[in-house]
């Protein structure tokens, strides 16, 4: 069974950066394609950005693109989804993802069910 568990968020101003962190226990977490994706009050859960089992491939949403940085160190089972230039529109509870599947391209993995998630962080940014 693959466990996700989210750490990092928090209260920040808007233009100050957050990273965030998801560590992976269970199956091989270098065999896994992951994401982040995010939901903010009252609406629903949005894909934030996607990275293939190497890291060798990425992909995020337009309104993250230039901002956000999603990496991943295998030897250390974690996920980082570094968010700069922060605005109030990005508060909301960021949740992991991963998945065995292979996708092709990358990009794709945001239109499925997802196999496995993290319970979420939340990050809430003050104007």
């Known amino acids: 069974q693959v466990q996700l568990v989210e750490s990092g968020g928090g209260l920040v101003q808007a233009g100050e950066s957050l990273r965030l962190s998801c560590v992976h226990s269970?199956?091989?977490?270098?065999?896994?394609?992951m994401g982040w994706f995010r939901q903010a009050p009252g609406k629903e859960r949005e894909f934030v950005a996607v990275?293939?089992?190497?890291?060798?491939?990425?992909y995020y949403a337009d309104s993250v693109k230039g901002r956000f940085t999603i990496s991943r160190d295998n030897a250390k089972n974690t996920l980082y989804l570094q968010m700069n230039s922060l605005k109030p529109a990005d508060t909301a509870v960021y949740s992991c993802?991963?998945?065995?599947?292979?996708?092709?391209?990358?990009?794709?993995?945001?239109?499925?069910?997802?196999?496995?998630w993290g319970k979420g962080t939340l990050v809430t940014v003050s104007s």
């Open positions: 269970g199956r091989t977490f270098g065999g896994l394609a």
């Open positions: 993802a991963a998945d065995s599947r292979h996708f092709e391209p990358i990009s794709t993995m945001r239109n499925y069910d997802l196999e496995y």
């Open positions: 990275i293939t089992w190497n890291g060798g491939d990425t």
